[in-house]
Antibody, heavy 119, light 107 residues
């Protein structure tokens, strides 16, 4: 059974950097049909795709976030990560990691982690 | 980026009703569309991919249709556990985008 678990701080100060990781348990991390994505959801609002990375390091970004975003992958730990710089209150959201299956769907999701930007 | 517009934004229906949600895209995306169900405090759950393919384990009362720019998600016989918000998402080339969501509640 594939399981994804987000980890990171629940609170970030304005202008600081958010670092989030997602650990994947199961045997699919290095399969070429799977990519790994980040999606966020501000409180009471809809879903926004942030970015996607493959286990080989191919990266795809939401253009609205690209300038503030870095993605990383660590295949030895079956883990992928993001850094989002210059955080503002508008970045307050539940951040989800998810498996992207053959560019057809996000078929497995983590439970999400709430990140609040506040001083 | 491709824009997705869902309608209605919310609806109220009775148990057993047939419910249809539509998703219109700003350009032709063939059948590259997925549907998700999200309940409060939970991550989204995949229901449909490739516009009409039912994800394993999803009840058969859920069905997807359409191609090109116009898509539908139908619940044939609404159940109380179907009360949730439903999102469409395209997979026709990065960047991916989601519809704004449709909230389904019981009348």
């Amino acid at each position: 059974q594939l399981h994804l678990q987000e980890s990171g701080p629940g609170l970030v100060k304005p202008s600081e950097t958010l670092s989030l990781s997602c650990t994947v348990s199961g045997d699919s991390f290095n399969k070429t049909t799977y990519y790994w994505g980040w999606i966020r959801q501000p409180p009471g609002k809809g879903l926004e795709w942030i970015a996607t990375i493959s286990h080989t390091g191919s990266k795809y970004y939401n253009p609205s976030l690209r300038r503030r975003l870095e993605l990383f992958v660590d295949t030895s730990k079956s883990q992928f990560s993001l850094k989002l710089y210059s955080m503002t209150a508008a970045d307050t959201a539940v951040y989800y990691c998810a498996r992207e299956n053959s560019e057809t769907s996000f078929d497995v999701w983590g439970l999400g982690t709430l990140v609040t930007v506040s001083s | 980026a491709i824009q997705l517009t869902q309608s209605p934004s919310s609806l109220s229906a009775s148990v057993g009703d047939r419910v249809t949600i539509t998703c219109r895209t700003s350009q032709d995306i063939a059948s590259a569309l997925s549907w998700y169900q999200q309940k409060p405090g939970r991550p989204p759950k995949l229901l449909i991919y490739d516009a009409a393919r039912l994800e394993v384990g999803v009840p058969s009362r859920f069905s997807g249709g359409g191609s090109g720019r116009d898509f539908t998600l139908t619940i044939s016989g609404l159940q109380p556990e179907d009360c949730a918000t439903y999102y469409c998402q395209h997979f026709y080339g990065y960047p991916w985008t989601f519809g704004q969501g449709t909230a389904v509640e019981l009348k």
